[in-house]
């Protein structure tokens, strides 16, 4: 069973960085196209970005050009750069496997258990 382990999270002051790591327990890291998700108090989740197997990134337009998604394959970790962080940022922050599976050829997704970014102004 594939587990995520979300690192990063904390209190930073606008206009500050902070990185998010998510470490992924098992080889299946290659087959995965990974992503964060984010959910502040009262709204829905929503994808913050993602990073397909092929390296290929795409962004939510409220974090395009602050924040950035890389995936190191040797390591099975997936990172979210944040930077020029807003108040509107805070939110429990999530990270997504989304596995193909050569068993039985369809995709599965393994979430984290999350963690907190919270940006003061």
């Known amino acids: 069973q594939v587990q995520l382990v979300e690192s990063g999270g904390g209190l930073v002051q606008t206009g500050g960085s902070l990185t998010l790591s998510c470490a992924v327990s098992?080889?299946?890291?290659?087959?995965?196209?990974m992503a964060w998700y984010r959910q502040a108090p009262g709204k829905q989740r929503e994808l913050v970005a993602t990073?397909?197997?092929?390296?290929?990134?795409n962004y939510a337009g409220s974090v395009r050009g602050r924040f950035t998604i890389s995936r190191d394959n040797a390591d099975n970790t997936v990172y979210l750069q944040m930077g020029s962080l807003k108040p509107e940022d805070t939110a429990v922050y999530y990270c997504l496997a989304h596995t193909y599976s050569l068993k039985d050829g369809r995709y599965y997704d393994t979430w984290g258990q999350g963690t907190q970014v919270t940006v003061s102004s």
């Open positions: 990073v397909t197997t092929f390296g290929n990134t």
């Open positions: 098992k080889s299946t890291f290659t087959a995965s196209d």
